[in-house]
């Protein structure tokens, strides 16, 4: 089986956070290579769901450096702005991705709906896509989710993204509060790997 001989593998993002995390995660038997060892960009990302967006990634990165790859497609759905920004979270950061202003966007959208938003435990949740992709055969594709709600202001250095504004249920610091020993055991991402591991 196809799965049984992975020995290399693409981790198919540029978000060097996300890099980081996913390869802290693979087993060291495992070689893990970057896009920048390839010097590859990003695919246009015109999915519906973060499945969709996930595998257009695996699969684009594994064409492009004939190794197989494992691509994560996340983010962050907040019911009060009806599941925004969800497969655009990244995107409300700007071209650059800039997670500050993504932030302050969040907040912006929050007080449109509701200006006693931080008053109340606004509900959210991080959704992570995992998929697994030789060249264009689609090896697993799994998704992990954490529920919790959305604080005011950012909290913690540590993470990225939209780390400094959630807190999971049942915790009382954010992601970026957390250490990432701790934060890798309870969130999405960890959730979707624990799925898809077993294709590695």
């Known amino acids: ?19 980081r995390e996913i390869r802290d995660l693979i087993p060291k038997k495992i070689k893990t290579y970057s896009t920048t060892d390839f010097n590859l960009k990003s695919p246009k990302e015109n999915g519906k769901t973060f499945k969709e967006n996930s595998l257009i990634k695996s699969k684009y990165f594994s064409n492009k450096s004939n190794l197989p790859c494992i691509a994560d497609d996340s983010g962050l759905e907040i019911d009060l702005l009806n599941k925004k920004p969800g497969i655009f979270s990244a995107r409300w950061g700007g071209k650059n991705s800039n997670f500050k202003k993504a932030i302050k966007r969040v907040y912006r959208e929050l007080y449109r709906k509701d200006k006693n938003w931080m008053k109340r435990k ?3 949740r991080f959704v992570c896509a995992l998929s697994i992709c030789n060249l264009d055969k689609k090896i697993g594709c799994v998704t992990g989710k954490i529920e919790g709600h959305i ?9 990225f993204g939209y780390d400094p504004i959630f807190t999971p249920l049942n915790f009382k610091k954010t992601f970026a509060e957390m250490k990432p020993s701790q934060k890798y055991k309870i969130d999405h991402r960890f959730k979707a790997f624990k799925k898809i591991k077993k294709f590695l």
């Open 151 to 159: 604080v005011y202001p950012p909290k913690g250095k540590n993470g």
């Open 1 to 19: 089986m196809l799965n049984k001989k992975i020995k290399k593998l693409l981790i198919g993002t540029n978000n060097k956070g996300k890099l």
């Open 122 to 124: 606004i509900k959210g």
